[in-house]
Structures are given as C-alpha cells and as structure tokens.
C-alpha cells in the first residue's frame, strides 16, 4: 500500500564554515538551516516563505542534495534520500527535480532548447533512444511552446518562454516531485501570471507534488495549499493557507502578512502594518533563546532565554513561539486578555 507521504524532512541541518576572526581565531559556523522540518503528501504544494537570508533557498538545495546536509533526516517516496550512494541517486533524482529562480542563467546558452529538455533522458536513460526526440517535442507543447522551437538558442527566447523550458527540463524525467525556487521572481507580472497558471494546470493534470519557495506571498497565496515561514534556518509557523492568512500566530507571521495587501483572504479588512525594529541576528552568532525575540514586540525574559521548539496544536498547526498556548491566540490578543483579567 502507497503512503499518501511523499516527502519527510526532520530536524535537517546546513552549516558552513565561516572565515575566522583573526590568525588565531576559533572556527565560526553559520546556521544556515537549523533543523528545518517539513512534510509534503502526494498531489500537494508546500509554500517555504520568508525574508532574504531565511534559508529557504538552502533548504531546497539541501533536499535536492545539491549542497550537503550536516544532518537530519529526508525520506523521499519511501527512499532514506540522504543514504543514497551516488548511482542510486542518480536514478532517484528522476523523482524530484528542480524549477531555477533565473531562466536566463539556468540554461546553457551553448545548447538549443530540445537538447536542454533532452538531457535530463540521456544522463538517467530514460525511455529508449529513438523515443526521446519525440517526448521533447510532446513537451514543448505541454508547457506552451513550439516544437519546431526546438532548434532555437535560450537568447532567442524570452523570459518566460525561457522559463517554460526550464519546466519541460524538469518535467523529462517524469518526476514526482518539484521543488520551485523562486521559479516566477525574474519575471514581469503579467507573465508571472501565465507561468504560475502553467505550473497550477501541469500539477492537477500530472498530479505533481511541489515544494514551491517565494518571498512573494501574494504568489504563496494562489498557489499553495500549506505554508511553513521561515526564520533565520528555522520554521516558526506552519498552517494551511486560509488558517495563515486569516489569523496568524507568529508575529514574524502577523509582520510579513501585514506587508502585503494582495495577501488578504477574501473581503477580511487590511491588517494593520507591523514595522519590525532592527535586523535579523548573525546566523554565525546566533542569541540564547529565540532569534526572533529582538525584533519582536511582545518578547518576555523566557523568550529570551529558552529556545521555542515547534510545537503542533490542537488545529494541526505548528508554531514556534512561547506565549502561543493551546488556546490558538496571537500574542497580541494573550496580552490583551490577561490584562483585562
């Protein structure tokens, strides 16, 4: 029987190694991923969120073993993806497969487009040689293109059409999974709107699973079912698309969603704008408790102290911040209701 799971990260981690400081002085690390956690069933679409610098592209590529993890764990389609030696992921990664944030320097400018969206079938060889020529030219009409485009170079292509080639790359392996860096940022908003409706009818008629990270949250908002927001390497809300816009937890959370109109759930009034003080905390040298906590309005001595863990509630979201009780209410409102009692 097929588990409705396709992908299960837990407690994944990224560090690098930062220069010293000085001749003699200790080894820094940077926390690039903290112990991310995240799941994604079959059919759906997880939006990563969160500012510059949060990790999210980091995460992706660690998922995507394009960068190494320090640890954790990532179950993909039954597969411990991380124990995989280098054959065995090369047949695996027919299952997952990446969408780039810049179609301008994510295909190779020496080669013509059918030979871009071909590769992928000769690197893992898949379906036999004589049948390849004609999937390239069946996919270049499933993400909008012309077959006889197939002999153009990327130059001569624009943006999106540039990008609709990255898809159809994607999409030759028959894949999955597809995780989505930031696949329509580069682009104008009115072909944004064209990719984005492209990837929404490629995953119901395929039925794709996706992985879809964005700064933008209006895009989040049209595409994705669930939304994890990131902080500084760690998930500090997780919750379903409409439970997240309409009452948000975290007051990162409350802070990013009151910065965008566009992310309003139906006729619900605009929320008031949050204006965070300061700036993040290095991720070299990260605070004792939450990182969140310098920024945040509402800290209290323990949140400067012990580190929040992601905790489930009763709804099924997660959030990672102490004054959020079983209870569901945003900080704002706990303080208000404990200093009318």
Known sequence: MTSD?????????????????????PRRTVHAVDGVSLSIT???????????????????????????????????DGQSFLELDAAALIQARRKIQMIFQDPYSSLNPRRRAGAIVREPMDRMNIRRAEERDDRVAELFQVVGLRPEQRILFPHQFSGGQRQRIGIARALATEPKLLVCDEPVSALDVAIQAQVLNLMRRLQSQLGLSMLFISHDLGVVRHVC???????LGRIVEQADRVSLFRRPLHPYTSALISSVPSARIGSEPRQKRIKLEGDPPSPIDLPPGCSF?????????????????LKMLPSGRRVACHLVDADERPPDQARLSTQAG
């Open 5 to 25: 799971l396709l992908l299960d990260v837990r407690d994944l981690k990224v560090h690098f190694s930062a220069k010293r400081v000085g001749l003699f002085g």
């Open 42 to 76: 079959r059919g759906a679409t997880l939006g990563l969120v969160g500012e510059s610098g949060s990790g999210k592209t980091t995460t992706a590529q660690a998922i995507m073993r394009l960068v190494p993890a320090t640890s954790g764990f990532i179950d993909l």
């Open 225 to 231: 079912q669930d939304i994890a927001v990131m902080y």
């Open 293 to 309: 906590a310098g920024r945040c309005p509402y800290a209290v001595d323990r949140c400067r102290r012990d580190r929040p863990e």
